[in-house]
């Protein structure tokens, strides 16, 4: 924590937070929750009884559909109030982006336009930009896209040919280049537009649809999110004028990457709202459907699937809601009177949390795909037609592991950033890493200070877990140190570091939700948690323990990796648990509610 009682980013590894600090979805008050209703009774009302029209690409429907959310103020929420917004917390924004998970891919769009298409210049723009734009992105009046990926360059995003010159009396830049897979690029008024100015300086510019050179391909034909409008954005010396320009010339990659941090915790709430929503429809769907002679929820398999998917939900949601409180708690102690305050908000506020941003990407994308896989599955034969929900779910959700930066890409920056923040002395990494190989080459500790507390033994796996973390970290650095310069040479082994990494993260949040359930009084919840995480933990720790003897195997060998290994087998050691009843009681909670039982 920092002195001024902030919780640091990555620092759930080397300390233990507060559970004070820590944020859950139930401490959302009256207001907040009324909000959430609204949203979901706006899919409900709005955008299901026309999700054919929209899921069919029918022309005008999608921004209908968006500027009727923008008149009840549902497009507002991350645009300040001088603007006419009506900006509330990141953790309202996340509540927002989970409720609207069963709209298809309408839920796209809307993440498109409140994202990244308004954000660059709610965070970077000028007064003037915010004056002339914001109102009217706040309304629906104007809707907005971004359009930064090339047909060569998407994750290498700073490889891009676009082009813009300065004309010669200097009122105006000229763009040409063409941009790949924009979404909302069909209805879209107004793009956020990445080019190098005299071809090296990266820089955003906004540009408004009727700028003349300024068009769209067609359509692109997609796997799942049909309903999106996705194109191609061509620019033909197209005049911007210089007043167009998004934040400073040559400082594009900092609103690239910052709009980005942003883009990937909302798809990890929106993610798990499409999980949940995945596991409960294929709950009711199970309980119809008999085989047997009984509704095949009655069946051992099936409740596995049930059981494993939602705890892994329940994890994804305590990580989502828990780093949008961090988030929330960094921002508020920013001067509001300062005039850089809206891009520190993200600059600050928001990147001081990047791995966690990250890692909701990854882990939350990762559970949507196994939640509709076994959705799919629940289904059986007809979850393959698509007459029934679940094809549908299946398509759409595999986009989630591509765009917002690959989670091969995000996966790297998890460990990554790891290894920078031990290496700058931000958090003692290496400090307790080495403390730890000192402790493993001595003789095994034999106090044992068993606690029989609630969920008491997941949190001793949440030391273990720690430590093997810390030894993967610690041994790879000490092995390796000047190597890990060039990350892409080692990204396997950061990848199977990043996996522990979030398994960890996933486990300690749904420890401190459950706790925090208990701790209010929510009895019923908090033993439905408590279960939750029982599984969850237990999963997590086999996982990273094999992900452990990976990462050791991949950067030493001989004595070493025996020693390492020896020590890594004396950290991890736990008895498992009996996860299959578990599982059982989880589903047959489930079962019986056919909804998701929190807030
Ligand atoms: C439906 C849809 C909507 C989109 N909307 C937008 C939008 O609104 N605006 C916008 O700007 N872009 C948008 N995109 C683009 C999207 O962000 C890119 O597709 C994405 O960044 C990946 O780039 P790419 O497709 O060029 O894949 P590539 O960069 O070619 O990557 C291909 C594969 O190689 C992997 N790879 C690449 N480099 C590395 C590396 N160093 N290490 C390991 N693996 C690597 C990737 O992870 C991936 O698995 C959209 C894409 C789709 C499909």
Known sequence: MSENGIIKGCSFLTEDHPLEKVFIPEEFNEEEKMIGKLIYDFVEGSVLPKLDELESLKEGAMGATLKEAGKLGLLSVDVPEEFGGFAQTKAVSMLMAEKLA????????????????????????????????????????????????????????????????????????????????????????????????????????????????????????????????????????????????????????????????????????????????????????????????????????????????AARCFAGQSMVYRTAGYIDQNISTLDKADENYDAKTIDVGVREYMTECSMMKVFCSEVLDYCVDEAVQIYGGYGYSQEYPAERFYRDSRINRIFEGTNEINRMIIAGEMFKKGAKGELPIFQQAKALLDELMGMPSLDDDADDGFLSEEKELVVKAKKAVLLGLGTVAQEMGEKLKNPMEHEELLGFLADMIMDLYGMDSAIKRSEKLAARGEDENAKFAATLTKIFCNEAMHRIEIRGRDVLATAVAGDMLTTTLAGLRRTVKHNPVNTVMLRREVADVLIEKEAWPFY
Do not use: W
């Open 102 to 309: 069963k709209s298809g891919s309408f839920q796209v769009a809307y993440g498109a336009h409140t994202g990244i298409g308004t954000l660059p210049i709610v965070y970077f723009g000028t007064k003037e930009q915010k004056a002339k734009y914001l109102p009217g992105l706040a309304t629906g009046e104007l809707l907005g896209a971004y359009a930064l990926t090339e047909a060569g360059s998407g994750t290498d995003a700073m490889n891009a040919k676009s082009k813009a010159l300065l004309s010669e009396d200097g009122s105006h830049y000229v763009l040409n280049g063409e941009k790949m897979f924009i979404t909302n690029a069909g209805f879209a008024d107004i793009f956020i537009v990445f080019a190098k100015v005299d071809g090296d300086k990266f820089t955003a510019f906004i540009m408004d649809k009727d700028m003349p050179g300024l068009s769209t391909g067609t359509e692109e034909k997609k796997l799942g999110i049909k309903g999106s409008s996705t194109r191609t954005l061509v620019m033909e010396d197209v005049k911007v004028p210089v007043e167009n320009v998004l934040g400073r010339v040559g400082r594009g990659a900092q609103i690239a990457f910052n709009i980005l941090n942003v883009g990937r915790f909302k798809l990890g709430a929106g993610a798990i709202g499409g999980a949940i929503h995945a596991i409960v429809d294929a709950v009711s769907y199970g309980k119809e459907r008999h085989q047997f002679g009984q509704p095949i929820t009655n069946f051992g398999m099936i409740k596995h699937k049930i059981g494993e998917g």
